[in-house]
């Protein structure tokens, strides 16, 4: 019973290299989200997704992109990674589309150089 | 103003206490709100949600709901060394859904 896996847990960019996120949830939930953690910030909506084949922009989009491959995979990619995107990245999923998110993945700490 | 604020606390509580933990929104028509926890370096977990105003128990937690007063809190009685971590607010409006910056709660053994 996986529930919401990320990978890669960590990884270090330099500034202006891309990278996929990659989120797979097994729980069979419509709808599914990508935040960002930050000291301070708290947790930010990235982009999210109601269902299979849609996806919305969150509060802070700008230098992603994500893919709803299918109803199981949300990815995240950073085209060219900047240090202001240093964070912990968690990948969520829900049940419904009501937009509370009910089961977090592990995260991922990216550090961006 | 942020949508959800919170104490960051830290908050310290000796055991077997009960540890209050607040939060306040902006927007009053807001529809649903809910608490996390999130132990360090972990990813956060739903604990609690609440829709209507009063109280809602569900064993050792209570989730308090005021709606007039744009005020939700989390009572947390007999408090455990395990229930040490940070308690993320979130509030649903509409569409949009918005955490707070959470609450540091130490359990004092």
């Known amino acids: 019973n996986a529930g919401v896996t990320q990978t890669p847990k960590f990884q270090v960019l330099k500034t202006g290299q891309s990278m996929t996120l990659q989120c797979a949830q097994d729980?069979?939930?419509?709808?599914m989200y990508w935040y960002r953690q930050d000291p301070g910030m708290g947790l930010r909506l990235i982009y999210y997704?109601?269902?299979?084949?849609?996806?919305d922009k969150g509060e802070v989009p700008n230098g992603y992109n994500v893919s709803r491959l299918n109803k199981r995979e949300f990815s995240l990619r950073l085209e060219s990674a900047a240090p202001s995107q240093t964070s912990v990245y968690f990948c969520a999923s829900s049940e419904g589309s009501a937009g509370q998110p009910q089961h977090f993945g592990d995260g991922t700490r990216l550090s961006i150089l | 103003q942020k949508e959800v604020e919170q104490n960051s606390g830290p908050l310290s509580v000796p055991e077997g206490a009960i540890a209050s933990l607040n939060c306040t929104y902006s927007d009053r028509g807001s529809q649903s709100f809910f608490w996390y926890r999130q132990y360090s370096g972990k990813s956060p977990e739903l604990i609690m949600s609440?829709?209507?105003?009063g109280d809602k128990e569900d064993g050792r937690f209570t989730a308090q709901l005021n709606k007039a007063s744009q005020y939700v809190s989390l009572l947390i009685r007999d408090s455990q060394p395990s229930d040490s971590a940070t308690y993320l607010c979130a509030v649903r409006t509409g569409n949009q859904f918005y955490f707070g910056t959470g609450t540091s709660l130490t359990v004092i053994p």
């Open positions: 729980m069979n939930h419509n709808s």
């Open positions: 609440i829709y209507s105003n």
């Open positions: 997704s109601a269902s299979e084949g849609t996806t």
